[in-house]
C-alpha cells in the first residue's frame, strides 16, 4: 500500500490566493492511471486507473481536498487527501490523508500547533486508535505537505527561475526536497491545446532521503491550473490527467 500513500501524498490539487477569492472555490476532474512495472501486480490488489476530483475552498484560510477513486466510484475503493493551509502556502494547518480498499482501511490526521512547534497525530485503522504528539524542526517555520507545497508552487510559479529547498510533511515525518522548474509542453483539455509547464518536488541531496517524486504541469495563464500530476516510485508511478473543469476561478497576481 505504500505506493498508493505516496500517490495520495504526492499527489497533488488545485489551490489559489485565498486574500483574492475569499469563498470562492475550484473544481477540477482527472483521469487517472498506474504506469510501470509493478502495474499487472497491483491490479491483484486495488484498481490500476479511475477518477479522481480536486476541490479548493478559498477564504481566511484555504481548504483543498483530492479524492482518488475507483472506476465505479468510492464504493470500489478510494484514497483522500485533505489539507487547510494559510493564504501563502507557507504553513500547513491540518492535514488529513485515508484510504479503503478491499479490507484495507486507515486514516491519519495531524494537527500543526506553530505557536508551540508541535504536531499532533491521530492514527486510526480497523484494530487500533493512535495519538501521538511530535517536535517540529526548530530551524523551520514554514511546514508545507504536498497540497501545500502545490499552492506555493501556483501562486509563485512565474518568480521560481531556480532550485528552491524547503522541507515537505508525509506520513508523520519531515523530509528535505527540491522544487524545480522544468520546461513546458501542450497538453489538450477539454479539446483546446493548453500550454504547460512542469515544476518538480523531488528529494535533496545529503539529507533524510524522501521516498517519493512529483511533478506538477501548470498552465501557462494566470490560473496556473494543473493540467497534470505524475507521481513517481521506482517501479511505478501514477498519472492524473485533467478532463474536465467543473468551476474555476482566475488566480490573482501577486
Known amino acids: 500500500m505504500t505506493i498508493i500513500r505516496t500517490i495520495v501524498a504526492g499527489a497533488l490539487s488545485l489551490a489559489v490566493s485565498a486574500s483574492a477569492f475569499a469563498n470562492e472555490s475550484e473544481q477540477f ?19 490500476t486507473s ?15 481536498e483530492l479524492l482518488i477513486t475507483a472506476p465505479n466510484g468510492k464504493q470500489g475503493g478510494f484514497y483522500s487527501y485533505e489539507s487547510d493551509m494559510d493564504e501563502r502556502g507557507a504553513k500547513t ?16 490526521r495531524t494537527v500543526f500547533d506553530h505557536q508551540k512547534g508541535l504536531a499532533r497525530i491521530h492514527k486510526q485503522t480497523p484494530e487500533e486508535s493512535a495519538y501521538r504528539v511530535k517536535k517540529l524542526p526548530a530551524s523551520n517555520d514554514e511546514v508545507r505537505d504536498i497540497l501545500t507545497a502545490i499552492v506555493f508552487l501556483r501562486q509563485n510559479a512565474d518568480s521560481i527561475s ?29 479539446g483546446k491545446n493548453t500550454f504547460a509547464r512542469a515544476f518538480h518536488i523531488v528529494d535533496a541531496p545529503g539529507g533524510k532521503k524522501w521516498p517519493g517524486g512529483v511533478t506538477v504541469w501548470l498552465t501557462n495563464d494566470d490560473r496556473r491550473i494543473p493540467v497534470r500530476i505524475e507521481i513517481q516510485q521506482s517501479m511505478a508511478s ?3 490527467d485533467l478532463q474536465k473543469i467543473e468551476a474555476s476561478t482566475l488566480m490573482a497576481k501577486l
Open 29 to 47: 476532474r482527472y483521469s487517472w492511471r498506474l504506469r510501470g512495472g509493478v502495474r499487472l501486480l497491483a491490479g491483484l490488489m486495488f484498481p
Open 50 to 64: 479511475g477518477v479522481a476530483n480536486l476541490q479548493t475552498t478559498f477564504g481566511d484560510t484555504i481548504h483543498s
Open 93 to 108: 494547518l491540518v492535514t488529513f490523508h485515508g484510504y479503503s480498499w478491499g479490507k484495507k482501511a486507515r486514516n491519519e
Open 162 to 190: 531556480r532550485p528552491i529547498t524547503t522541507t515537505i510533511y508525509s506520513d508523520g515525518k519531515e523530509y528535505p526536497v527540491v522544487f524545480k522548474p522544468g520546461i513546458a509542453k501542450v497538453f489538450s483539455v477539454e
Open 238 to 240: 501514477l498519472q492524473l
